[in-house]
């Protein structure tokens, strides 16, 4: 039976969650035997939920990752620089395969990583980096290689989803929602990462290069969060019919690779609107697939684990294949940024004084712009005389509706900016 030795840096959640699987390997379906050689982790006393006294420690990860006994380095300390990048390095310029959950690391280094790997001949794999458990990497890299891909959306951060979900089911606001996220676990101390749309972006860039063998710029993606949704907007689109949720976007056009992050209204019959809570999902469309949607855990030791253990398994036979699955035959594209002249219909929300009048100038503010209205909900007054109003518009250019959206901004009546989300009516 071939055995693979591990060099594991980074003994956090998924770090630990690792140490456990390999300890119950008998309960899995691996093709051999996995063996830790050696751990690294910041602090050697650190109270851990594994016993590591068994494995050589490393103080520095790179010195790990360079042990002649390692075949396969394991990299789960995260951070797109510093020591996770430099121990990656070492590794793969000293010949070792590397498995990694490291999402930002791979959309930031990933185009240099893989031109390194290529050159030593070694894989580099993160099925883990993207949707934790949810196996999407390997699928869209291998199993799909048969459809031409014309679009990967999906919900990429459970943290986002969490909160959205929540703010709708029990009417609390998003800072009451995300300090409770905080307290049960569901959103770290510091949330930034999560709900500015930075990790789900990272995540997009990264399926958006497999997808369409795309050189990945993430420059190029436009990253919009969950921290700018209140309650009242979610509130009034699901009135009409809408889910609001952070969803990822990669999409083939004309001109390139668009990719991006920003909450969309989803009518309800969408496949992504259901998915609700901390799940992740992600949906390719192609040809001639039609589509296929996977959903699942996107996160926590267990399900993230699981996915680094996948790709130890896949080791034990290594490949040396382009980690985004490219091979020189392919066209390359490249990311390039959304045109404001794409059209959708929006779900637009404003508040707006509770005086007469104050409805038609909205109106005549969005046909300035040429933004027609196609239904508008408008909300009692609250105690501060102010009256929230959605309206779903026709289909118009995002240009247009950003400009309507200032001239709103501008009106005696309106109290706050207004708030314009795309409606994806993908079905
Ligand atoms: N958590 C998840 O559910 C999840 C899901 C998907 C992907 N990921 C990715 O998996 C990676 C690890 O995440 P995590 O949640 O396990 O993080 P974590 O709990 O914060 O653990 C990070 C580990 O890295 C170690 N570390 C920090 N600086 C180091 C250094 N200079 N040298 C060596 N080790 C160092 C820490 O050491 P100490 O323990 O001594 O402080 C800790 O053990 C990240 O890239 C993350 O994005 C996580």
Known sequence: MKTVKLGIAGLGHVGCGLIELVERQADLRLPGKVEIVGVSARSKNRNRPVDISAYRWFDDAATLAEDPEVDIFVELVGGSDGPAKIAVEAA??????????????????GQSLEALAQEK????MFEAAVAGGVPIVRVLRDSLTGVAVQRVSGILNGTCNYLTTQMLETGCSYDEVL???QRLGYAEADPTLDVSGMDAAH?????????????????????????????IDLVLADRLGLRIKLITEGLLTADGVV???????????????????????VRVEGDPLSAVTLTGPG???????????GDISKLFTPTARSPFGRAPHHGTRSFVEAKTAER???FFRVKLADRPGALAS???ALAAHNVSVDKLLQESADDSDVSPVAILTHMCSRGDIEDASARVSGLEASVGAPQVIAIDAVT
């Open 203 to 231: 995540k997009a860039a990264i399926l958006a290069s497999i997808a369409f063998t795309a050189d990945l710029d993430f420059s190029k993606v436009s990253v919009k969060g969950v921290d700018t949704v209140e309650l």
């Open 121 to 124: 001949d070694v894989d580099l």
């Open 179 to 181: 300090e409770e996220a």
């Open 344 to 346: 959708s219909a929006f």
């Open 299 to 309: 996160a926590g030791p267990g399900p993230t684990a699981s996915a680094v253990m």
């Open 362 to 364: 909205l109106t005549e």
């Open 259 to 281: 990719c991006r992050v920003a909450p969309l209204a989803l009518p309800i019959d969408h496949p992504l609107a259901r998915v609700d809570g901390a799940l992740n999902t």
């Open 92 to 109: 793969i310029n000293a010949g070792k395969h590397v498995v990694t959950a490291n999402k930002a690391l791979i959309a930031m280094h």
